[in-house]
């Protein structure tokens, strides 16, 4: 199987940084796409980031400019660096990959179990 923890949440006063990690692992063959998602209190969850195997980034329009995702292939993991948070960025925060695992024919999503990020004075 294939397991995803992450890591970093906490409380953060606004303006502050901080930085959530997210570590793969078990029988991955092959990780297509990291991303980060988030439920806000009362909301659906939502994509806020995600890289894939080309470099290529998406950031939503309510983190572009204050957010980067970045990964470590050789040690399966992603990153998540937050700038400039806000209050309404206080939400669960869950990493997710599209990935093959070893023995499998096609590839899907694994979640994290979230990590809370609270943003408030």
């Known amino acids: 199987q294939v397991q995803l923890v992450e890591s970093g949440g906490g409380l953060v006063q606004p303006g502050g940084s901080q930085r959530l990690s997210c570590a793969a692992s078990?029988?991955?063959?092959?990780?297509y796409t990291w991303a980060w998602h988030r439920r806000i209190p009362g909301k659906q969850r939502e994509v806020v980031?995600?890289?894939?195997?080309?470099?290529?980034?998406y950031y939503s329009d309510s983190v572009k400019d204050r957010f980067t995702i970045s990964r470590d292939n050789a040690k399966n993991m992603v990153y998540l660096q937050m700038n400039s948070l806000k209050p309404e960025d206080t939400a669960i925060y869950y990493c997710?990959?599209?990935?093959?695992?070893?023995?499998?024919?096609?590839?899907?999503?694994?979640w994290g179990q979230g990590t809370q990020v609270t943003v408030s004075s």
């Open positions: 997710r990959i599209n990935a093959r695992s070893t023995g499998a024919a096609m590839p899907r999503d694994y």
């Open positions: 078990g029988r991955i063959f092959t990780i």
């Open positions: 980031a995600h890289i894939t195997t080309g470099d290529a980034t």
